[in-house]
């Protein structure tokens, strides 16, 4: 399973977009780049999961360049409630899947 | 949206005892996962499931033993609960081509 690098933390205020890269150097043909959202206490939440170029959904958008290596997860004017961890994983989408969880992305929204 | 439940939020046992965590998922799911999360560690697979009565050890199943009879409940049992496996429990379902869905986590305790 391809390795996975993130900021440790990162911190914004309320209203601003916050950018998330993760690299995925080893990323394979057949592996997809999802991201998941944990509040304290509470299990990871499913946020957005995408292969190429960009995705985007009601909550993020993810940014995937031509070479797949990395991926950016955007969250467009974050507020309080988006203080969590963010994880980014990649992984193959078909059999069984495995994703590995790395150590996150800890996101501080401030006033 | 996907539901999964798990048994208990919070439980408290004393070393030696046999310990049951069970997990349930309400979507028809193949898959079947069981993680533990400890600070700074990040979530670590524990074992997983792919169909009934099939099982497959993940990064760290020593200790720790599955069952999965019925195609949505999947249960972790410690056979001897030891303090160090004091931790959150975290079990997830998903569809083949899809990232897990998480349930609440059991948070245990051993004393």
């Known amino acids: 399973l391809a390795k996975t690098t993130q900021p440790i933390s990162m911190d914004s205020y309320e209203g601003q977009e916050v950018n998330i890269t993760c690299s995925h150097n080893n990323i394979a043909t057949n592996d997809y780049i999802t991201w998941y959202q944990q509040f304290p206490s509470q299990g990871p939440r499913f946020i957005i999961q995408?292969?190429?170029t960009k995705v985007t959904n009601e909550v993020a958008s993810l940014f995937i360049p031509a070479d797949r290596k990395s991926s950016t997860l955007s969250l467009p004017r974050v507020s309080l409630s988006d203080t969590a961890v963010y994880y980014c994983?990649?992984?193959?989408?078909?059999?069984?899947?495995?994703?590995?969880f790395g150590k996150g992305t800890m996101l501080l929204v401030s006033p | 949206d996907v539901k999964v439940t798990q048994s208990s939020r919070y439980l408290v046992k004393r070393t030696g005892e046999k310990v049951f965590l069970e997990c349930v998922q309400d979507?028809?799911?193949?898959?079947m996962f069981w993680y533990r999360q400890d600070p700074g560690l990040g979530l670590r697979l524990i074992y997983f499931?792919?169909?009934?009565?099939?099982?497959e050890k993940g990064d760290i199943p020593e200790g720790y033993s599955v069952s999965r009879e019925k195609k949505e409940r999947f249960s972790l049992i410690l056979e001897s609960a030891s303090t160090n496996q004091t931790s959150m429990y975290l079990c997830?379902?998903?569809?083949?081509?899809?990232?897990?869905?998480f349930g609440p986590g059991t948070r245990l305790t051993v004393t």
């Open positions: 995408g292969y190429k």
């Open positions: 997830a379902s998903s569809l083949v081509e899809a990232g897990p869905s």
């Open positions: 499931s792919y169909d009934v009565k099939m099982k």
């Open positions: 979507m028809d799911h193949e898959n």
């Open positions: 994983l990649v992984g193959p989408n078909s059999g069984y899947s495995t994703l590995t």
